[in-house]
């Protein structure tokens, strides 16, 4: 059995004083692969160097929408060039939060627009982060990308018509932790009525620990928890659902 968690921060601070052992801990659940995903300039740089240390780490780089309004033509061109590494499959994670608004709205509208164009000259699939902000989610992903290009909206925690909208714009659904809380039966649901093949499993770790492991600093190695749970929505074997995400990211992120 393989899996692919297709979201994580394991270059966060948090995992400096054990950062080898969660790796470890990771590839012995049979976590094959781990896309450490971006969040700011130094996040994306961090992100780069450690899927260069380790063959089994991808690396995605962009400004999250917290940091909106860092995005400028300076950010832009350092983008640019650490796409240019070999390990980064994928931009982002980048996108739209209406529920902190640490960055002002138009600007995080205004970074999303700009990366979301980034992303496709370097002809990168998106990673989006989307909270509380799904009108404008899918106005500017309408307006800026060609469903061709591929994308997954991760940690997804929406609704049902949202996820169908998105599902009809090609992209995949990234789903966490939270589907194993016992009070998210609605978000369930969702997992159940979305197609196998656009399913991905993530752990967004060092957030959304999954049940049994809920409030604790969560880690690649729980991506089982999560995969567990979409087998048991769709009625499958843990090893097909893992067969067929593991998969799904590859494919998505065009890793041989």
Same mark, same amino acid.
């Given at each position: ?11 966060? &601070? ?79 994670? %980048? ?32 990673? %989006? ?17 060609? &469903? ?13 018509? !949202? ?44 957030? !959304?620990?999954?049940? &049994? ?14 995969? !567990? ?28």
């Amino acid at each position: 059995m393989e899996l692919f968690d297709s979201h994580a921060h394991i270059d966060f &601070p948090r995992y400096n004083k054990d950062r080898n052992k969660v790796i470890d801990r990771a590839r012995a659940e049979g976590v094959r692969y781990i896309l450490n995903c971006g969040a700011d300039l130094e996040s994306s740089q961090r992100a780069v160097k450690l899927a260069q240390e380790f063959d089994d780490i991808f690396a995605a780089v962009g400004i999250h929408p917290h940091e909106g309004s860092t995005y400028n033509l300076e950010a832009a061109k350092k983008l640019q060039d650490l796409a240019g590494s070999e390990e980064v499959v994928a931009f982002g994670e %980048i996108g739209l939060d209406y529920h902190y608004d640490n960055s002002p709205r138009d600007e995080q509208r205004q970074a999303f627009r700009a990366q979301l164009r980034l992303a496709s000259s370097l002809e990168l699939p998106v990673i %989006i982060h989307s909270r509380e902000a799904e009108e404008d989610t899918i106005k500017i992903l309408k307006e800026e990308w060609d &469903p061709e290009d591929g994308g997954v909206v991760h940690c997804y925690s929406s609704s049902a018509e !949202m996820a169908k909208k998105l599902l009809d714009l090609n992209f995949h659904i990234g789903f966490t932790g939270l589907i194993t809380f016992k009070n998210l039966e609605w978000l369930r649901r969702i997992v159940s009525n979305t197609p196998i093949n656009k399913i991905l499993v993530e752990t967004d770790s060092p957030y !959304m620990s999954p049940e &049994p492991y809920r409030g604790r600093r969560n880690e690649p190695a729980r991506v089982k928890e999560v995969a !567990m749970q979409v087998a048991k929505c769709h009625n499958l074997t843990m090893d097909k659902v893992a067969e067929i995400t593991t998969q799904n990211g590859l494919d998505l992120f065009k890793i041989n």
